[in-house]
């Protein structure tokens, strides 16, 4: 069973979501701020979190930067219409994925599962299976068996999303992929709208990877059509 944690403000919010993910198997925590998400994260296995934008105290973004200096689990924004500004500072600073209020149950759900399926995926080889290949390009090695990745020897913590966008860019090396494969490819939605998210997580896998971020040596950006891992 999968823990998750619900942090929102609104009372409402939260016992609705509670009743969505309760009844499709879940256990859910409940936060009312960023500092009692906090809190939670270090009392029990939080496997995701559904973090609201706008609460009092400490909001949703300094809750997920400070959770990112320590943690990957996966982390869902609940957003406002007409928030575009705030789904985009999320991303920056280490959301996986948003949601928008008013909120459709089956999106709801398909988005955790789509997050947890991920997140799982990197916590090691199922047991059985056989090993899969080390990919490596230039100093970037890629174990898909252990879910690691190292730069020149040294080990990179990736989230889950950073992970598979890297995976797919390392296994077809010097191929072209516009945004919307990438996020159709690693998100498994519909491209609509997902320029903006695609180049948000290919900038923190440069920050991650590169020397110089500014002028990458492995994830180049082909003007007009896409991303693609440079063979090294």
Request: with cysteine; charged share 30%; proline share 5%.
């Amino acid at each position: 069973m999968y823990n998750i944690l619900i942090c929102d403000d609104d009372r409402d919010i939260v016992s609705a979501l509670d009743i969505y993910l309760t009844s499709d198997g879940y256990r859910t925590y409940h936060a009312y701020d960023g500092l009692e998400a906090l809190r939670m994260v270090k009392e029990h296995e939080i496997h995701l979190i559904l973090m609201d934008i706008m609460m009092p105290g400490m909001d949703g973004i300094h809750a997920t930067a400070k959770l990112r200096e320590t943690e990957n689990i996966p982390i869902i924004f609940l957003t406002a219409k007409g928030e575009d500004a705030d789904k985009i500072l999320g991303l920056n600073i280490g959301a996986d994925d948003y949601i928008t209020k008013p909120f459709n149950p089956i999106e709801v759900l398909a988005r955790v599962k789509s997050q947890l399926r991920r997140y799982t995926t990197l916590g090691g080889q199922r047991r059985g299976e056989e090993r899969p290949q080390v990919l490596r390009n230039g100093g970037i090695e890629v174990d898909d068996g252990a879910k690691s990745v190292t730069v020149d020897g040294e080990p990179v913590s990736l989230t889950p999303i950073e992970y598979n966008i890297l995976l797919l860019l390392i296994k077809n090396p010097g191929r072209v992929f516009s945004t919307g494969q990438i996020y159709e490819r690693v998100w498994n939605d519909p491209a609509l709208g997902s320029e903006n998210t695609v180049a948000v997580h290919i900038r923190h896998l440069r920050e991650k990877l590169e020397i110089d971020p500014a002028d990458p040596r492995y994830i180049k950006v082909v003007w007009g059509l896409g991303y693609k891992m440079e063979k090294q």
